[in-house]
């Protein structure tokens, strides 16, 4: 792999596919990862093929017309994450579905279709590139954050954990085997400055109602 500032990191969580089929009382086909970067969203000058074929194959996470791949991206689509979305379309083409995830919060007076709308008058290159969009509410967000806390110590921006429920909604529609199919949800994680605010949100994820999940199935 090329030496770039961007290292991206691929995370495998099988537990937390368990976890989210729990709290959303759903089953998700396939396998579950989490992508992100330690050093934040990053230059988007620095993501080349490469750094994303090398680090999927480290992970060996075959993508192709039998395996297909679910990449969810937060709505709030930036340069970094534009140029995500054309490198994965580059490389793989009609094997990866991007599939954009916000909170209602955010978009109150948008639906799915125009979030779509609206990201392609401001980035007309990703017209077709993008499957589908979803808009949730942020229940989850915290009990998510609270579990990645406490089983692989890192600290997930609660904005952009929405991503995570993504595989939850089913879009996984084609005909593909259960065991081929791969989620990758690309989180951005907290910065350094919003630590003061971690203690609240693991509270708030541990009083959640649903968080009564057993991590050591």
């Known amino acids: 792999m090329i030496n ?5 990191q691929v995370l495998p969580i099988p537990w937390m596919k368990q976890k989210l089929e729990y709290i959303y009382d759903t089953h998700i086909l396939g396998n579950l990862y989490l992508m992100y970067n330690e050093m934040g969203f990053g230059d988007p000058n620095q993501i080349i093929p490469s750094i994303i074929h090398g680090t999927l194959e480290d992970y060996n996470i075959c993508i192709d017309n039998i395996h297909p791949l679910y990449l969810y991206l937060p709505a709030e689509v930036n340069e970094l994450t534009k140029k995500l979305i054309d490198t994965f379309k580059a490389l793989y083409s009609n094997n990866v579905f991007i599939i954009l995830g916000g909170y209602k919060e955010y978009y109150p007076t ?13 980035y007309p290159s990703l017209v077709n590139k993008i499957h589908k969009s979803f808009l949730i509410d942020s229940t989850k967000s915290y009990e998510i954050f609270a579990s990645l806390s406490d089983t692989q110590n890192i600290y997930v921006n609660p904005k ?19 065991n081929n199919i791969t989620h990758l949800s690309f989180i951005k994680l907290l910065e350094e400055c ?9 509270l708030n994820g541990l009083s959640n109602t649903n968080n009564n999940f057993k991590f050591n199935y």
């Open 4 to 8: 770039s500032n961007i290292k991206l």
């Open 160 to 178: 952009y954990s929405c991503t995570i429920s993504g595989p939850t909604l089913g879009y996984n529609l084609k005909n593909h085997s259960p």
């Open 110 to 122: 948008n639906n799915e279709l125009n979030c779509i709308a609206d990201l392609y008058m401001f």
């Open 194 to 202: 919003d630590y003061y605010n971690i203690m609240d949100y693991y």
